[in-house]
């Protein structure tokens, strides 16, 4: 597993309607490179782990199985993780899963998609205990997979403009902005009970 070097993406929350928050998945030098634990750099603003590899294969996709946790301390925490995954480029992210956060002192759990900046948020009502299942893949021409809440029987197809990925990854990923940005809600233990990088177990995606 690797924990995410920073870069700016935007994964904008339908229900955070404070200033924007930066949230990004990983850069691509972070899935190219080995970065050993005690090489990454602490901070009190982000939390967060993906394991992800680079772009080996022509079509990249990735693949999640989890359950929602619950987000605690939300009385002076306006922030959010998001659990999910996503396909990286240089420039843009396609990335799908779902925000678990804080907000005017309440916990929220959106689900969204972003494709190359197109944010769509997912029409279901998600709460702490759901199982979520999310597919994800980019061709140069489209981007398709689904979003799922197992729990609501709720099944969204994703499909978008295609693009250049260099790299998949699953996991869990928090903002950081600074060190004006406010730390991340404590947001539990999430299970992953599935996933798949480039069509095949994490172990083996190299």
């Given at each position: 597993m690797q924990h995410r070097i920073s870069v700016k993406a935007v994964f904008a929350l339908a229900a955070v309607t404070a200033p924007a928050l930066f949230v990004a998945f990983a850069p691509a030098s972070g899935l190219a490179s080995t970065v050993r634990l005690s090489q990454v750099p602490?901070?009190?603003n982000y939390?967060?782990?993906l394991a992800g590899a680079p772009n080996a294969h022509r079509d990249p996709s990735?693949?999640?199985t989890f359950t929602v946790p619950a987000v605690t301390g939300c009385t002076t925490t306006n922030d959010f993780v998001v659990v999910g995954i996503g396909l990286p480029s240089a420039k843009s992210i396609i990335a799908t899963g779902v925000a678990v956060g804080c907000q005017s002192g309440a916990p929220f759990y959106t689900g969204e998609t972003d494709i190359n900046g197109t944010i769509t948020p997912v029409a279901v009502t998600i709460t702490p205990g759901d199982k979520i299942v999310l597919k994800l893949s980019v061709t140069g021409s489209v981007t398709s997979g689904s979003f799922a809440d197992v729990t609501k029987g709720f099944k969204e197809p994703i499909k978008g403009k295609g693009g250049k990925s260099t790299g998949s990854c699953i996991g869990?990923?928090?903002s950081e902005n600074g060190?004006?940005?406010?730390?991340?809600p404590n947001f539990g233990k999430v299970v992953f009970s599935g996933g798949s990088i480039n069509g095949t177990t994490i172990t083996k995606s190299g």
């Open positions: 602490k901070s009190p939390a967060g782990w990735a693949g999640s869990i990923d928090g060190a004006s940005d406010p730390p991340v």
